[in-house]
C-alpha cells in the first residue's frame, strides 16, 4: 500500500511560484505512474500533469502548460510539482496520485490507485 503526502503550498502572489513535494511511503514508486491534479472551490477536480515512472515523458494541462514542470526523484520516492507564474485560476486543493503499471489515459482520475490528502494552494492578486 502507498501512502502520499503532499506539501509545499500556501500563499503566493500572482507571477509567483511554488514547489509542491509529494512523498511516498509504504512501498517504492518504481511502476508507478505519478500525477498532479487539482480542485478548485466550486469545481470538479482536474488533471495538471503526469509523469512517467521512470521520469521518460511528461504530459501537462494546457492551462499549466509552459508554467509548470512535473519530476520525480525516484531514490527519494518523491515527485515534485514546480510553479511558476502563478495565476489566481491556479488556486485549488492539489493532490499527487499513484498509478502502478499503467501507461495510457493517465488525465484520467479513474486509472490511480493512491491519492494524497491534498494541499492548499492560493493565489492573491
Known amino acids: 500500500q502507498v501512502q502520499l503526502v503532499e506539501s509545499g503550498g500556501g500563499l503566493v502572489q500572482a507571477g509567483g511560484s511554488l514547489r509542491l513535494s509529494c512523498a511516498a511511503s509504504g512501498r517504492t514508486l518504481t511502476n508507478y505512474a505519478m500525477g498532479w491534479f487539482r480542485q478548485a472551490p466550486g469545481k470538479e477536480r482536474e488533471f495538471v500533469a503526469r509523469?512517467?515512472?521512470?521520469?521518460?515523458?511528461?504530459y501537462y494541462a494546457d492551462s499549466v502548460k509552459g508554467r509548470f514542470t512535473i519530476s520525480r526523484d525516484n531514490a527519494k520516492n518523491t515527485v515534485y510539482l514546480q510553479m511558476n507564474s502563478l495565476k489566481r485560476e491556479d488556486t485549488a486543493v492539489y493532490y499527487c496520485?499513484?498509478?502502478?503499471?499503467?501507461?495510457?489515459?493517465?488525465?484520467?482520475?479513474?486509472?490511480?490507485?493512491?491519492w494524497g490528502q491534498g494541499t492548499q494552494v492560493t493565489v492573491s492578486s
Open positions: 509523469i512517467t515512472w521512470s521520469g521518460g515523458s511528461s
Open positions: 496520485a499513484a498509478a502502478r503499471f499503467t501507461y495510457s489515459d493517465l488525465q484520467r482520475q479513474d486509472k490511480y490507485d493512491h
